[in-house]
């Protein structure tokens, strides 16, 4: 999960119509679409852009924030599964600074602070929250590239809870990834490195640049992983994208 910059609401939502379903409309999904890459908004897999996997996601679920289902700055596109997932739960951190959350439904929630991550918060960067474990054998998925809460973070771990994004079919996906397109650059790099092939060096950094841009599937986890390896810092020094840049 990479912060999202908001694009400009679209037309058809300027006045954030009260009636209808505006929200479904094709030129919201698309600005969209383009606003994140055409990823999740949660777990940054891809979404095609045909058929009907794209689905618009209220960030305050609209069964229960209903004055805001055409609300543009409520609107997220999220894969069929973390909608699913994430349904009509919105649990919000209580005011008392008890440390614990509670899910709430009625309309009052809006006056608590949202539990979940909002990616497009401009105040909130998830990757403060929410990272990824390397410290495991690579050779599973069960314990490589392991989702986790960031430094304890309560809103990481809810996050993680409510939208399901420890579920296995994502830990396979992130680890498929891993070992296809992350691991053969990896390796590539250790090489160019060892044989001081400045000119492989510097297309391998490249690659690894791509791939961190927030226009690279999973790119939150990559960046977690070039931070474990330390090719941020010398001999390599790849500069990590920060939040939304690509
Ligand atoms: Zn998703």
């Known amino acids: 999960m990479i912060?999202?910059?908001?694009?400009?609401?679209?037309?058809?939502?300027a006045?954030?119509?009260?009636?209808?379903?505006?929200?479904?409309?094709k030129e919201v999904v698309e600005r969209l679409w383009e606003m994140q890459h055409g990823k999740c908004c949660y777990c940054e897999q891809r979404i095609p852009d045909e058929g009907h996997?794209?689905?618009?996601?209220?960030?305050?679920?609209k069964s229960v924030f209903r004055n805001l289902k055409n609300e543009w700055k409520n609107l997220l596109l999220s894969c069929a599964q973390c909608n699913g997932k994430k349904s009509d739960k919105f649990p919000v951190i209580l005011s008392d600074t008890?440390?614990?959350?509670?899910?709430?439904?009625?309309?009052?929630?809006?006056?608590?602070?949202?539990?979940?991550?909002?990616?497009?918060?401009?105040?909130?960067?998830?990757?403060d929250h929410i990272s990824f474990d390397f410290s495991g054998g690579d050779t599973s998925y069960e314990e490589y590239g392991i989702i986790m809460a960031r430094h304890g973070s309560l809103m990481g771990q809810i996050t993680i809870e409510t939208v399901g994004l420890d579920r296995m079919f994502y830990a396979k996906k992130r680890y498929d990834y891993y070992v296809y397109i992350i691991m053969q650059d990896f390796r590539n790099l250790l090489i160019a490195l060892s044989q001081g092939n400045e000119?492989?060096?510097?297309?391998?950094?490249?690659?690894?640049?791509?791939l961190m841009s927030a226009k690279g599937e999973f790119a939150a986890f990559t960046r977690a992983?070039?931070?474990?390896?330390?090719?941020?810092?010398?001999?390599?020094g790849i500069r990590i994208p920060v939040g939304s840049e690509i």
């Open 15 to 25: 006045d954030s119509p009260s009636e209808g379903m505006h929200y479904n409309k």
């Open 53 to 61: 996997l794209k689905a618009v996601e209220h960030f305050r679920p």
């Open 98 to 127: 008890s440390g614990e959350s509670e899910t709430l439904y009625p309309e009052t929630a809006s006056r608590e602070t949202p539990a979940v991550i909002d990616p497009s918060d401009p105040e909130i960067n998830p990757e």
């Open 199 to 210: 000119r492989d060096l510097e297309s391998c950094k490249r690659t690894f640049r791509q």
């Open 225 to 236: 992983f070039v931070r474990h390896k330390k090719l941020d810092r010398p001999p390599v």
């Open 3 to 13: 912060k999202i910059q908001r694009a400009s609401a679209p037309e058809v939502l």
